[in-house]
């Protein structure tokens, strides 16, 4: 079966995280991720992922690099994640779509919220990127 890429934001603001609590499907509500989406056929996976963040979160980013890793969703669905920041003059990001609370994570809280079992690991390898 064909892989179809999820694009997730490690979306940083000095030195924190943005996490996101997801407002469905049943099964993944109440449980945080890291913001983004599915891409779209015919669609680069950066672009997808400033689209997602436009829409889910109403802000201006701007997608950096790769974190290196590919982590297995729900099949056929692969998590990919790129580093992300907000450009000047963007607006804070409002949960507008799948979402109903944010935080922004210093280091040390990255593990006070529930995050989805599958994105442990890609939030493991981003926090060696926060870490002083
Ligand atoms: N965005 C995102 N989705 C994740 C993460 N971890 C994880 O298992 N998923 C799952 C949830 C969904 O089944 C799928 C992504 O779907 P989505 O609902 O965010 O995608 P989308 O905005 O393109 O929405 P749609 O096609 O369902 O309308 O991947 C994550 O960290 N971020």
Known sequence: MTERIVVGAA???AGRLLAARRSAP???AGRWELPGGKVEPGEKPEAALARELREE????AEVMERVPGVW???T???LHVWTARLRPG???PH?????D?????EAGELWDVDWLDQDVPAVREVARRLTP
Do not use: K, M, N, T
């Open 72 to 74: 297995p969703l729900r």
């Open 76 to 78: 056929p669905f692969v």
């Open 26 to 28: 049943a099964d993944l």
């Open 90 to 92: 963007s607006p804070a």
């Open 101 to 105: 609370d944010l935080r922004w994570l």
């Open 57 to 60: 979160l109403g802000v201006d």
């Open 95 to 99: 949960p507008l779509q799948d979402h």
């Open 11 to 13: 979306l940083l603001e």
